[in-house]
């Protein structure tokens, strides 16, 4: 099973991503382009069309990155409750038939006591935040040692 997610694609272009990747890189694949490879790399001609397209589709985000301590917490407390809520809802929905409840995965932990559920959220959004934060350092480090030029 592929855990490729296409971002965008073109008619001779796709940027993608593997899907359960802590930090996942962008994938491009170009057909009928001009490329150069060595044993140094790998050198790819990039139409600029193309590049203006896939350099806005990535799958890059800092939502969590500048929230504090207390916000990430409350964070964490809006996403238990409304997973919570939508595990009773399907348990209601559900009851009574014979059928599993579809996605139910998706809230392993909503069976668990609020305050572990709360914690294991909490420990995923620290996680992220962290992801975040690391992503925004290494591209300030790239930017600084490589300014836009005007």
């Not at 382009?33 to 890059?60: D, N, S």
Request: charged share 25%; hydrophobic share 40%; with cysteine.
């Amino acid at each position: 099973m592929s855990t490729r997610s296409t971002l965008i694609h073109g008619k001779n272009f796709s940027l993608h991503e593997e899907l359960f990747e802590r930090t996942p890189p962008v994938w491009l694949t170009l057909d009928g382009c001009v490329f150069e490879a060595t044993e140094r790399g790998v050198k790819v001609e990039i139409p600029l069309a193309v590049w203006e397209v896939i350099r806005h589709h990535t799958p890059a985000r800092f939502d969590l990155a500048s929230l504090t301590p207390a916000q990430l917490l409350g964070e964490a407390e809006k996403q238990v409750d409304t997973a919570r809520a939508e595990h009773r809802a399907l348990i209601k929905e559900h009851r009574g038939k014979r059928r599993p409840i579809p996605f139910a995965h998706l809230y392993r932990h909503a069976r668990l006591p609020r305050a572990k559920h709360l914690a294991a959220v909490l420990a995923d959004l620290r996680r992220v935040r962290a992801t975040q934060r690391n992503l925004q350092r290494q591209i300030t480090r790239l930017s600084t040692s490589h300014p836009v030029k005007t």
